[in-house]
């Protein structure tokens, strides 16, 4: 092999090396990747700090449903607020309760890096009975 | 080692690169001309830092003293992402985005990308026109164009790893991600959109699977080169990716034949295909 390719070899082998450092330390055996790599991921933990809600509504005398509680809010679907953990559902609560009579029962549910957390254990609680939340 | 022999020895035309180039620089400026405006940030070093920026990515985009240039270039973005992407970052410049606008700007300066569609060849032919020689000749040794779809295939096959241990595959890191971007906390829950992301999932990640090898096969470049651009166009229009897709669209060239490229134009220009030698 010639001096020159032997080089250009030499710098491709290091070079390729270079690009599978970080990801192949990161990613493949869970350690530290070196400052002056990058591991190669994707959107990694992008909506991890996201959780979806359910409202379901149950009148008095009536059966229990799942009700649109965006259009509820007032906003069109593609509107609809961020809920990043169980406690964030206060802020929206108030006025469902003020536009449904009945049992209102919330629940969330949040995001995980494996697909989800356990949903919040409020499927039999009438958060408008709760203080400071209710009618 | 009769294969380790052809990588080093690889040689064709250079418009490909030449084209990469372009694009390349390009996709510099939409990234990061705003942020290294001197009005952004009046201390001395940003200040220089802007001055070499629009300088040599000037002479990069239009091909004048390009190796010089793509070296400059090249040293730039390593001290942007290396020192000041890891030292506070107060850009981003550590993102992997930034990562691969560097790695291609190094992988390119190995390249003779100033030898098509530059000022560096308006004035080598000159010179030859005024000695009554024949026009140099666009060609030159093109092992760091492997390197290019290296870059590319690891970014591929390590996204489709992490995707692996993510549960892409169920579709629910795609609901994530569309109650970030779209939704927030109301995920419609019909089961064709559940589906359809289940199956988006796992198109993706056995794309992200075959795309690493079978970008290399000529065989198969018809059919993946096409996919991998509808992909990209997607992630560019779907999710904010920046300059990411376009540039991966733009190295997509490092996997062709770069005489298939180089007739390509003579082609589309009217020219007579001639010899690219």
Known sequence: MQPV??????????????????????????????????????????????????????????????????????????????????????????????????????????????????????????????????? | MGWLQRLVAFEGSTRAVGLMRIGAGLLLWSRFARELMPLRDLELDRLVISAVFYVSTTAMVVGFATPVAMAVVSALLAVMVLHYGIAGDPEGWSHHHVHVHMLSTWWLALTPCGRSFSVDRWLAQRRASRGGLPAPREWGPLWATRLIGVQLG??????????????????????????????????????????????????????????????????????????????????????????????????????????????????WLGHEAGSTR
């Open chain 2, 154 to 267: 690891t970014l591929y096959f390590w996204s489709a790893i992490d995707k692996l241990q993510q549960h892409y595959w169920t579709g629910e890191r795609l609901q994530h991600l569309v109650m970030n971007y779209y939704t927030g906390a109301s995920l419609p829950d019909p089961w064709w959109f559940t589906a359809l992301l289940a199956a988006t999932g796992t198109f993706v990640v056995v794309l992200e699977l075959v795309l690493p090898w079978g970008l290399f096969i000529r065989r198969l470049q018809p059919v993946l080169i096409p996919i991998g651009i509808v992909l990209h166009l997607l992630f560019y229009v779907l999710i904010p990716v920046n300059t990411f897709s376009l540039l991966m669209i733009c190295l997509y060239l490092a996997y062709l034949p770069p005489d298939s490229v180089h007739r390509f134009i003579d082609s």
């Open chain 1, 5 to 135: 390719h032997a080089l250009r070899l030499a710098v491709f082998v290091t070079a390729a090396l270079y690009m599978q450092a970080g990801p192949a330390l990161k990613t493949g055996l869970g350690q530290r990747a070196p400052w002056f790599t990058t591991p190669w991921r994707m959107y990694h933990s992008r909506g991890l700090d996201q959780c979806k809600m359910e409202v379901f509504h149950t009148p008095p005398g009536g059966e229990r449903r799942e009700v649109d509680w965006v259009a509820l809010l007032g906003r069109p679907w593609h509107e609809a607020p961020h809920i990043g953990e169980h406690a964030d559902i206060r802020r929206y609560v108030p006025t469902l309760c003020r536009a449904l009579e009945g049992q209102v029962n919330v629940v969330t549910t949040c995001a995980a890096s494996r697909g989800y957390k356990r949903p919040s254990l409020t499927a039999g609680l009438d958060v408008c009975s709760l203080p400071k939340m209710g009618r």
